[in-house]
């Protein structure tokens, strides 16, 4: 194993739920403590060591011009850039302004709109800087996060999941609640990493994790039509946590032209 890795947590437009999922490491962040030095981590302490890191972890999309300019600081004091979460990776639950006006929004709900500097869309991070490793999830899985910081401390290439949600049910022995209940559920087209949380209790999966690689988004759509689904209600399935993932975005879009 190599040197100790200086790291540093960043949040940006978020809820904070990420970052979190690093403090719920408890044990193992403690085993990872002679590995490491937090550095920089509002969350846990204001205890502050300037940089350069060796990794930062980054919670939150892009929102306002500020961010836009702080994100392009993170990735200079920054060896490596490990984007956490859905907001980071797609724009998060805030990224569905992106398909509204916001200047239509903010005078609606600000009281002194004046003093409100935004940015039209809700962005990733990697639309702004280069990053070395995108772990989705709203919130991330933890362990995915423990595995990533693992194989950086040992100098090899994290290995991030590359299946479907529905690989997880069929493991567990989780019945497709689609199939068998014709409920509507994302669990073909979204990355694993919940372990089927909500296939398990009978509900569809909402695409916490986002879209896997190559997903068939428009199959999915058919079979929703199918169930009698309407196209208001696919439009929203495709817009919850991952609304700016381009597949879930795309998709969405080509059900609004017939809405």
Same mark, same amino acid.
């Given at each position: 194993?190599?040197?100790?890795?200086?790291?540093?947590?960043?949040?940006? $437009?978020?809820? !904070?739920?990420?970052?979190? =999922?690093?403090?719920?490491?408890?044990?193992?962040?403690?085993?990872?403590? !002679?590995?490491?030095?937090?550095?920089?981590?509002?969350?846990?302490?204001?205890?502050?060591?300037?940089?350069?890191? !060796?990794?930062?972890?980054?919670?939150?999309?892009?929102? /306002?011009?500020?961010?836009?300019?702080?994100?392009?600081?993170?990735?200079?004091? =920054?060896?490596?850039?490990?984007?956490?979460?859905?907001?980071? /990776?797609?724009?998060?639950?805030?990224?569905?302004?992106?398909?509204?006006?916001?200047?239509?929004?903010?005078?609606?709900?600000?009281?002194?709109?004046?003093?409100?500097?935004?940015?039209?869309? =809700?962005?990733?991070?990697?639309?702004?800087?280069?990053? !070395?490793?995108?772990?989705?999830?709203?919130?991330?899985?933890?362990?995915?996060?423990?595995?990533?910081?693992?194989?950086?401390?040992?100098?090899?290439?994290?290995?991030? $999941?590359?299946?479907?949600?529905?690989?997880?049910?069929?493991?567990?022995?989780?019945?497709?609640?689609?199939?068998?209940?014709?409920?509507?559920?994302?669990?073909?087209? /979204?990355? /694993?990493?919940?372990?089927?949380?909500?296939?398990?209790?009978?509900?569809?999966?909402?695409?916490?994790?986002?879209?896997?690689?190559?997903?068939?988004?428009?199959?999915?759509?058919?079979?929703?039509?199918?169930?009698?689904?309407?196209?208001?209600?696919?439009?929203?399935?495709?817009?919850?946590?991952?609304?700016?993932?381009?597949?879930?975005?795309?998709? =969405?879009?080509?059900?609004?032209?017939?809405?």
């Amino acid at each position: 194993m190599g040197k100790r890795l200086k790291v540093a947590v960043w949040k940006f $437009a978020s809820c !904070d739920g990420c970052q979190l =999922s690093l403090l719920d490491l408890e044990d193992h962040l403690l085993a990872l403590a !002679d590995h490491l030095d937090i550095a920089y981590f509002l969350e846990a302490s204001s205890a502050v060591t300037p940089g350069p890191y !060796d990794l930062s972890l980054v919670e939150g999309s892009i929102t /306002t011009p500020a961010d836009a300019k702080r994100i392009k600081r993170v990735r200079q004091l =920054s060896k490596l850039v490990v984007a956490i979460g859905a907001c980071a /990776t797609a724009g998060g639950i805030q990224a569905l302004r992106n398909f509204a006006d916001i200047k239509e929004y903010i005078p609606v709900v600000y009281a002194h709109p004046e003093y409100i500097k935004t940015l039209d869309q =809700s962005t990733p991070i990697a639309q702004h800087i280069k990053v !070395d490793l995108e772990l989705p999830g709203c919130p991330i899985n933890k362990y995915q996060l423990l595995e990533a910081v693992k194989a950086l401390l040992h100098g090899r290439r994290p290995r991030p $999941a590359s299946e479907s949600v529905c690989t997880t049910c069929k493991r567990q022995g989780i019945i497709c609640v689609l199939v068998a209940e014709g409920v509507p559920c994302l669990g073909p087209v /979204t990355e /694993t990493g919940c372990g089927a949380l909500c296939p398990a209790y009978h509900r569809g999966c909402y695409g916490c994790f986002g879209p896997k690689e190559n997903p068939n988004t428009s199959a999915l759509a058919a079979c929703f039509r199918r169930l009698g689904v309407a196209e208001a209600d696919i439009i929203r399935l495709f817009r919850t946590f991952n609304a700016g993932a381009e597949a879930f975005r795309q998709e =969405s879009l080509a059900h609004e032209k017939n809405h």
